[in-house]
């Protein structure tokens, strides 16, 4: 929930895990160039979550980082995981500290958007007419569905191990997502497709009901259409320009996201926010920690460059400066320089590191025209 554009905002970062920090660095040194230009402050304090905060306080997601979470005007979170703390129990995993911070601050929708951009086109797998001028929006339930769900375990049952989980939604739940994507579908192009599987799953039919009731009732002028999951997967891939918005709950959801980043040609490109009906939302790269490369200067900060423009899009009332964070983005991409997730052979573009990158959109920020039209 956006808070009234001020002279002063107090972020919390959570730089986690792998490449993170690097990251973080990079989008700190962008934020500040911002803040410089535009006359305004951001009060950035660091805050543990995931493995680093396993490490220094034997909690994935401490109390403390809770509670300055809450009490930040926004959140932006780097990236968390790795595969030092791939077989411990579950308490004490980094992703259980990313789902307590999303239940405990109550952000409920996931924004993901899936833009490609056209001096990565050649980056994406798909052919050049397929993906050219994609531009979509998954918006994921968080906080219900399969991961949530109870009853849940594993049991043994006639002398073997049975596991089980429930996927459930009530009906409020159904119908904050649906406003959600409503809205932002109203924001865009006016066309939004919700996703489920209700020729099969009774959950699915009460998702589909609900939705239809809150688009009639709230958003006539939306364009509303349905469509199995697994079609849904493979139209992704078909045909990806029939999609302006998509709401899912979360299983699908975190399976077709993720799909839909693919379209772009690199996680490394995408941010996303997670909002909830009051109070800061937390904004974060999709792309993991990638513990393969963390500490060698070859990491993206783009994708964590971005998802603060969405921050300061969604969170802190400032449409101009987000659009001037992607625009300096794009503007470092159109220069030709591409971070190895993004490097083609051959494209005759300069590999740079993450720091490199940082800077120079940094550099951009400070000099560079804001576009005229704003985009949504």
């Known amino acids: 929930m956006a808070v009234p554009k001020s002279d002063s905002y107090s972020i919390t970062l959570l730089p986690g895990d ?3 920090p690097e990251i973080t660095a990079a989008t700190k040194e962008v934020l500040g160039t911002l803040c410089d230009r535009y006359g305004f402050k951001m009060d950035l304090k660091e805050a543990l979550i995931g493995g680093a905060a396993i490490d220094a306080k034997n909690d994935p997601f401490p109390d403390e980082s809770l509670e300055q979470c809450r009490n930040s005007d926004s959140v932006l979170l780097a990236c968390i995981g790795g595969y030092k703390w791939d077989n411990n129990p579950r308490e004490l995993r980094p992703e259980t500290g990313l789902l307590k911070m999303r239940k405990e601050m109550g952000l409920f ?4 958007p899936a833009k490609v951009l056209p001096q990565l086109i050649e980056a994406s797998t798909l052919k050049k007419e397929i993906v050219e001028g994609v531009d979509v ?3 994921r339930e968080l906080t219900g569905d399969v991961y949530f769900g109870t009853p849940k375990g ?3 049952v006639d ?4 596991g089980y989980n429930n996927m459930i939604y009530s009906e409020s739940e159904i119908e904050r997502i649906a406003r959600v994507a409503g809205d932002v579908a109203s924001k865009r192009n006016g066309k939004l497709c919700s ?5 099969v799953l009774d959950v699915s039919q009460l998702w589909r009901d609900v939705v239809i009731e809150v688009m009639t009732k709230e958003f006539p002028d939306v364009e509303l259409s349905h469509m199995y999951v697994d079609n849904a997967a493979m139209q992704l891939i078909r045909w990806p320009k029939q999609f302006d918005t998509i709401v899912c709950g979360n299983i699908f959801g975190d399976i077709l996201s993720d799909e839909a980043s693919m379209l772009v040609g690199s996680l490394g490109m995408l941010p996303s926010a997670s909002i909830g009906e009051s109070g800061p939302g937390v904004f ?6 990638a513990p393969d490369i963390a500490g060698n200067d070859m990491a993206n ?8 423009a969405m921050m300061l899009r969604y969170d802190l009332e400032r449409p101009d400066e987000a659009l001037l964070l992607e625009t300096a983005v794009e503007a470092a991409l159109d220069q030709g320089l591409r971070t190895a997730d993004i490097k083609q052979d051959g494209d005759g573009c300069k590999l740079v590191g993450c720091a490199e990158m940082g800077k120079t959109v940094a550099d951009l920020v400070s000099k560079i025209d804001l576009p005229e039209a704003i985009a949504v």
């Open 18 to 20: 792998g490449i993170g």
């Open 109 to 112: 929708a996931n924004l993901r």
């Open 137 to 139: 929006m998954v918006v």
């Open 154 to 156: 594993i049991d043994v």
């Open 159 to 162: 002398g073997e191990r049975v």
């Open 195 to 199: 996703v489920d599987k209700a020729n």
């Open 284 to 289: 974060e790269p999709c792309h993991g920690s």
């Open 301 to 308: 900060p783009l994708a964590m460059i971005l998802s603060a």
